[in-house]
């Protein structure tokens, strides 16, 4: 019975020394981050992104259309912006809905040149879900994004226009089913 208890003993002196162990491994962690100078998470201010191309600037131009039975206002809050390729921008797009019913509708981007479509980069997008709008309901809305560092030269302008449509088939007061 008494090793039974010595050997309790030392199995508790073990637990709670390794409890002790993972209680100051991050600070000892950071100690060694901060002395070495990797992962800089004590210093996020430091970090940037060096694939941001400062030699360059590209003009974004932003355009927004209605189906001419869409009850809605729908403008982009700046027509033009310069940004520098790798650069993440964000932009504003306002709509209002003027109906006197819930409407689902959905943006459809395209770009001009269509050759710069695929070095123009959206992180995020009003365009990549169905939007329900209540009657009288206004939203600002956010599209992120970034042109690609690796953009044609002979590109200067991108234009990204979206047209808004309403979408068929969707009841008025319910959203659509995924």
């Not at 073990?14 to 070495?36: D, H, K, N, R, S």
């Not at 940037?48 to 039975?69: I, K, M, P, Y």
């Not at 956010?142 to 002979?154: A, E, M, N, Q, R």
């Amino acid at each position: 019975m008494a090793e039974n208890r010595r050997m309790l003993a030392k199995l508790l002196v073990v637990a709670v020394g390794m409890f002790g162990f993972g209680f100051a491994l991050v600070p000892f962690y950071e100690q060694i981050c901060q002395a070495t100078g990797i992962n800089n998470l004590l210093r996020p201010d430091e970090v940037t992104n060096t694939q941001v191309d400062l030699q360059r600037t590209v003009t974004v131009q932003f355009d927004a259309n209605l189906r001419s039975d869409l009850p809605w206002r729908f403008a982009p809050e700046q027509t033009s912006l310069k940004v520098h390729p790798g650069q993440l921008v964000q932009v504003m797009y306002d709509i209002e809905s003027n109906a006197n019913r819930t409407i689902v509708g959905q943006a459809i981007p395209s770009y001009g040149p269509a050759k710069a479509a695929e070095y123009f980069n959206k992180l995020e997008c009003f365009c990549f879900t169905q939007q329900t709008f209540r009657p009288d309901e206004k939203r600002r809305m956010p599209v992120v994004f970034v042109v690609d560092s690796k953009l044609p030269s002979d590109i200067h302008t991108i234009t990204l226009s979206y047209s808004f449509f309403e979408v068929a088939g969707t009841a008025a007061g319910k959203p659509p089913e995924a």
